[in-house]
């Protein structure tokens, strides 16, 4: 059996990080041999790029350098963590891959898409998830949930992100539910505007174990 690989994804305050966490406990619980991360970070590299990245004083980044950044903490988030754990059968959680690149830097910062179609390549050596779960809420909810997190959790603030306008988010979220469209296999929409999180959490474990009985027959 090949390790399997799963990102999560969606916009700010979907609940996507909560429900990683909680399928992860879950696997474990179930003696399946797990890894979690998320990007930017998962290494020592990644987790310096993403302090830069996410750093609200660097809110004047120019978005072909937000990308670069991005594409660098990929390419050693899958030389030391991802490919190593595929090759010793892991099933591996992941917080973010390259739809959040595609759906943020892409459409939200209007990047030319034979840009990042290029530099996800050379990133990911052409490495996709086999199931990647989409997170999906209105932006209004997505934006509150944030902002009561940030609230709640000592000396932190918004993140660079989490303070651009509406409209930005909006875009992030529209580009997400076109790549579902479009496929479909792959990506499956998970609403969390109104269901609470027993509810998404049982919605979710169904979607992974399903999978991974299918991904562990082919």
Aim: a positive charge; proline letters at 4%; charged letters at 25%.
């Amino acid at each position: 059996m090949k390790g399997t690989f799963i990102t999560f994804e969606g916009i700010e305050g979907s609940g996507k990080s909560t429900h990683l966490e909680l399928a992860g406990q879950a696997l474990a619980a179930r003696k399946y041999d797990v890894l979690l991360t998320r990007e930017p970070g998962g290494t020592p590299v990644g987790d310096s790029l993403r302090r830069i990245l996410l750093d609200p004083q660097n809110h004047n980044m120019d978005p072909t350098t937000e990308l670069f950044l991005y594409a660098a903490a990929r390419r050693q988030h899958i030389a030391q963590v991802i490919g190593p754990a595929l090759k010793r059968e892991k099933i591996i959680l992941c917080d973010r891959y390259v739809d959040a690149t595609t759906a943020y830097q892409g459409s939200a910062r209007d990047l030319p898409e034979k840009l990042l179609r290029e530099l996800n390549h050379i990133a990911t050596e052409g490495l996709m998830p086999s199931l990647t779960l989409l997170f999906d809420c209105t932006v209004e909810v997505g934006l509150t949930r944030a902002r009561k997190r940030n609230q709640q959790e000592t000396l932190k603030g918004q993140d660079r992100f989490e303070r651009e306008a509406f409209s930005f988010h909006e875009k992030v979220r529209s580009r997400y539910l076109s790549l579902a469209k479009a496929d479909p296999q792959r990506i499956k929409i998970i609403d969390t505007t109104h269901q609470n999180v027993h509810d998404i959490h049982a919605i979710v474990m169904k979607e992974i174990l399903a999978h991974v009985g299918t991904h562990s027959r082919t």
